[in-house]
């Protein structure tokens, strides 16, 4: 891992150009992907200490218990197309440390970067066979779920898929991990500060076209938008939409025709279920490329929770903006919502910020933070409806999902002639 990770640092740039061209999001941000799923490969490195078991010695007369933590065989990992590097990073460097072979199944709509950091990896030199690619859709998916070989089954994507899946593997007896869909929220209270909150919002909200699982996609102010309207629509429309390649782009396309339209029909049912498109990105147009799957940064305000627009993941570059009377009813409306990836508070006080991190319902909390996404010593820790397993992805709980624990107890003592008990053994005999 140590070799491994030279190797990704100094192949960050052509990575990175592969990201970009397969995915479309821009070179910073194509960067940053890799980067992310460099710090888990970073922490890999240390596994020695991770994987560490207990020990007690003389826990009775010459008995000692230890546990010790064991690979499982053959794991596998199904990946999404918005994280080409980082999510594919998030699986197989913990599961070959910890002892595993592995079978990664890339995106079928970018798999470049997969192959790539396959490559590097042999090149690193993990031996033949610990690291498999395999490519293809809903077959493989099936294929991988049904396996008797594979004992455990990582995902990352949707919840249609997430759900199919973790209740076709678990049914097979796997162990699954499945990172699903979310709504992000961040509540704005009226102390905030205003500024660095605007820009919070606007990178949050639009970075990677909104193609994130964390991805801000819904603000929450207390006491309403309207004196902040005016200031995020402008912050909005300075961004830049191009080409991933263009020096000056701040967000690239979406990902593909069917993506964009998606995005567009739940744009309009917001509208036309009564909320206020205060920017509409749908039409923009980036030059020379015309018929490209361009989306400008979209702004609907007055959102109700019962509106599709809400109900749903978008998944675009679209921001909703909703009302709120007080902290306790914007802490509601968080807690309503069925997913629980991430939320995030934006004020000045230490009161309120220890209220929202102890009575919201997320499984990553941010104050003052727009997208709370832990490093790796710490897990991924999405929760409702954005989760479904028992042990989450990377840091301790990454461990104990590829791994095995076993306890053994010992006795060692000299040989004496003893009657033959039949009752329970305690620690007292």
Not at 57 to 62: E, L
Request: hydrophobic letters at 40%; glycine letters at 10%.
């Amino acid at each position: 891992m140590f070799k491994y990770q030279e190797l990704i640092r100094a192949n960050m740039d052509k990575l990175a150009e592969n990201i970009t061209t397969e995915q479309g999001k821009t070179l910073k941000d194509a960067w940053g992907d890799v980067f992310r799923g460099l710090e888990v490969v970073e922490h890999a490195c240390g596994m020695g200490s991770l994987q560490m078991g207990e020990y007690v010695s003389n826990v009775s007369h010459g008995i000692d218990t230890f546990s010790i933590r064991e690979p499982l065989g053959v794991c596998a990992g199904i990946c999404p197309f918005n994280f080409p590097a980082m999510i594919p990073l998030w699986m197989f460097p913990i599961a070959v440390t910890c002892g595993n072979t592995f079978v990664l199944k890339p995106s079928e709509k970018d798999p470049g970067a997969a192959m790539m950091l396959a490559e590097l990896a042999m090149e690193a030199g993990l031996p033949k066979g610990v690291l498999n690619i395999v490519h293809g859709t809903h077959d493989v998916v099936n294929n991988i779920c049904d396996d008797e070989a594979i004992k455990a089954v990582s995902f990352v994507g949707s919840n249609t898929a997430g759900m199919h899946i973790y209740s076709r593997a678990s049914a097979s007896g796997k162990r699954v991990q499945c990172n699903m869909g979310a709504k992000n929220h961040a509540i704005i209270l009226p102390d905030a500060d205003r500024d660095a909150t605007l820009n919070a919002l606007i990178a949050a909200g639009f970075g990677a076209a909104g193609q994130r699982c964390m991805a801000l996609s819904t603000a929450v102010f207390v006491g309403g938008s309207e004196p902040w309207e005016d200031e995020l629509v402008k912050r909005a429309s300075s961004l830049v939409v191009n080409t991933g390649t263009a020096n000056d782009a701040d967000l690239g396309p979406v990902i593909s025709r069917q993506a964009k339209d998606r995005i567009c029909k739940l744009v309009q049912s917001g509208a036309d279920s009564g909320a206020r498109l205060v920017l509409d990105g749908r039409e923009i147009v980036v030059p020379q490329f015309e018929d490209g799957n361009f989306i400008g940064p979209t702004v609907l305000a007055d959102v109700k929770g019962d509106m599709k627009c809400y109900q749903e993941e978008i998944f675009g570059p679209v921001l909703l903006l909703m009302k709120a009377e007080s902290l306790d009813d914007a802490i509601q409306i968080v807690n309503r919502n069925k997913y629980g990836n991430g939320a995030s508070i934006f004020t000045t006080s230490g009161v309120s910020a220890r209220k929202f991190q102890t009575d919201i319902e997320a499984g990553q909390v941010g104050i003052n933070v727009p997208i709370p996404v832990p490093l790796p010593f710490f897990s991924f820790t999405g929760s409702k409806a954005s989760f479904a397993g028992d042990l989450n992805f990377y840091g301790k709980a990454g461990v104990q999902f590829f791994t095995q624990i076993k306890t053994i107890t010992q006795q060692w003592k000299e040989s004496s002639p003893q009657r033959v008990s039949l009752s329970m053994p305690t620690s007292q005999k």
